[in-house]
């Protein structure tokens, strides 16, 4: 397995910093332009002195060293270390987590190279399992020249069999591979999933052993993905220091090796682990994740915001505002501290679709509406086509982007109220040179690292979801009653008289 990807070098070198516009910075050619946060130099000065007061330099520190920051679960965070391609040792109390991941590369390239004769993947997860394999596939579908390998990828996450009659009325059963994703191997909606396409299979008249050669699972419990059937060579391990969210870049990411290549899964590691050198090495004053970060807080101490919009203007990137908004307000939607404090600032909520269909959308609110919401503008230097018209569509994106940031920035004065746009709404400009695997994994990197630095501000565990639980809790009472077929449900401490009333709505 080569340790460098084909187009890019892991270092961090800076191709374009003598051209930056005013307000830039830069990193792995990535630029952050935040000229329009009217953040003056005064302002940045004591942003950067209260993340220092609040220990981020040392946060970033322990996080790389594999301390144990997510208190709450007594686990280290180190999904870093799966994008490793240098291989420096990263020792967890005491031992090097390197040679496991590196052996789980070795098979991931191992499988890509004997995968022949397969028309349809389902890949089967739901979450963390599910967005991030989701946007790259989709993302990476766009890069001219890719190589697709002529396989149909499909992703089953919801329990609604819509999506599960949609999938399976196209794959062709003898031809199709089956991975099943879940860290603890007991989410309910992808077990219930996996057992409907297990059954799809033999219904299709496959027989046992084509079935065992066809499922393949991603898991921290090797033990239940045995139990379910899946023999040992085709289960794929990931850790319990690898948060759900922060799991594409283990052998979740399989999808994408698949689709389009190990190399190309290895640039998008390699994109992401340049820009954690970048995260590690650099001083607060030029560090793209924490001045992201220090705006974002600004933003919510001097005008009280509650949102922001990530607008990437590029279709391949519609999905990446879906990914973002669990990374950020799973991470950081908390109301107490470390220390089970209340707190005054967690994560704003996050929206976002591709421009400029987003313009003919939301961005009357945006601009007009009584909300500030900073924007994060995404752009691509580079076409994403070879279309005759690539240049010129290209171009008209890029001016309807800088356009919409100026018009928020200034807004408009005119007689009539109705036409007047108030302006002093603040956003950043993140340049990409292009968009391939390199600069799609240095761009996820970057938002993780991001949300890790929010939550040492916050002083927010980033790492844990308690509020995710309590729900899935209730779920289980609730789906009895339903299975019972009574009109005749009464409250109870598990079910509301609310809910009960519904229940017997439905079940009548």
């Known amino acids: 397995m080569s340790t460098r990807p084909r187009s890019k070098p892991l270092q961090t070198k800076n191709t374009l910093s003598n051209s930056l516009p005013n307000g830039s910075h830069i990193a792995v050619d990535v630029v952050l332009d935040t000229a329009y946060q009217s953040i003056n130099e005064a302002e940045w000065k004591k942003l950067f ?15 790389f060293a594999g301390k144990h920051i997510n208190q709450s679960e007594d686990r280290p965070v180190l999904h870093s270390a799966l994008r490793n391609l240098s291989r420096v040792p990263v020792v967890l109390d005491g031992q090097d987590v390197m040679p496991a991941v590196t052996d789980v ?11 022949v004769g397969v028309t349809d993947v389902i890949h089967i997860g739901i979450g963390g399992s599910d967005f991030g394999p989701r946007l790259a596939i989709q993302a990476l579908a766009h890069v001219p020249g890719i190589d697709s390998r002529n396989m149909r990828m499909h992703f089953l996450a919801n329990i609604d069999t819509a999506e599960l009659a949609r999938i399976l009325d196209r794959a062709q059963p003898n031809s199709t591979r089956v991975i099943i994703v879940s860290k603890s191997f007991t989410t309910l909606e992808t077990t219930m999933n996996a057992k409907a396409v297990l059954a799809w299979l033999q219904d299709s008249g496959c027989t046992k052993n084509q079935i065992a050669h066809s499922l393949f699972a991603v898991t921290a419990n090797v033990s239940a993905a045995k139990a379910f059937g899946i023999e040992e060579e085709n289960i794929y391990p990931f850790w319990d220091w690898v948060g759900g969210r922060y799991s594409v870049w283990s052998a ?20 992401a682990h340049a820009m954690d050198l970048h995260f590690k090495n650099t001083r607060l004053e030029d560090n793209l994740p924490v001045i992201m970060a220090l705006a974002l807080l600004h933003q919510q101490k001097k005008r009280g915001i509650k949102a922001y919009a990530a607008i990437p203007y590029a279709d391949a990137l519609d999905l990446f505002p879906k990914w973002l908004q669990q ?22 909520v ?23 919401i900073p924007v994060d503008f995404i752009a691509i230097r580079k076409p994403m086509s070879t279309r005759p018209e690539a240049i ?38 993140l340049l990409l040179p292009e968009l391939n695997a390199f600069y799609l994994g240095a761009l996820l990197a ?3 690292n991001r949300a890790a630095t929010l939550g040492a501000l916050w002083n927010i565990n980033s790492f844990d979801q308690p509020g995710v639980e309590y729900g899935k809790v209730l779920a289980k009472p609730i789906e009895q009653a339903l299975a019972s077929h009574q009109a005749d449900i009464q409250a109870s401490d598990s079910i509301d008289a609310v809910t009960a009333s519904r229940i017997n709505f439905l079940n009548s």
């Open 49 to 63: 002195t209260l993340a220092r007061k609040n220990q981020v330099e040392e946060f970033i520190a322990d996080m």
């Open 105 to 115: 590369w070795r098979r991931i390239e191992a499988l890509c190279n004997k995968w």
């Open 252 to 271: 979740v990411g399989l999808p994408i090796a698949l689709q389009h290549g190990f190399k190309t899964f290895e640039e998008f590691l390699a994109g």
């Open 327 to 348: 990374l950020d307000m799973e991470s950081n939607g908390k109301s107490v501290d470390r220390d089970g404090n209340p707190v005054k600032h967690s994560s704003p």
């Open 350 to 372: 996050v929206f976002g679709s591709a421009g400029s269909n987003a313009q003919h959308s939301y961005f009357q609110l945006l601009h007009q509406g009584t909300e500030i």
């Open 392 to 429: 010129e569509h290209h171009r008209i994106l890029l001016s309807n982007c800088l356009a919409q940031a100026q018009a928020l920035a200034h807004g408009k004065v005119a007689d009539h109220p109705n036409d007047v746009y108030p302006g002093n709404r603040p956003s950043n400009l």
């Open 446 to 448: 970057l938002y993780e």
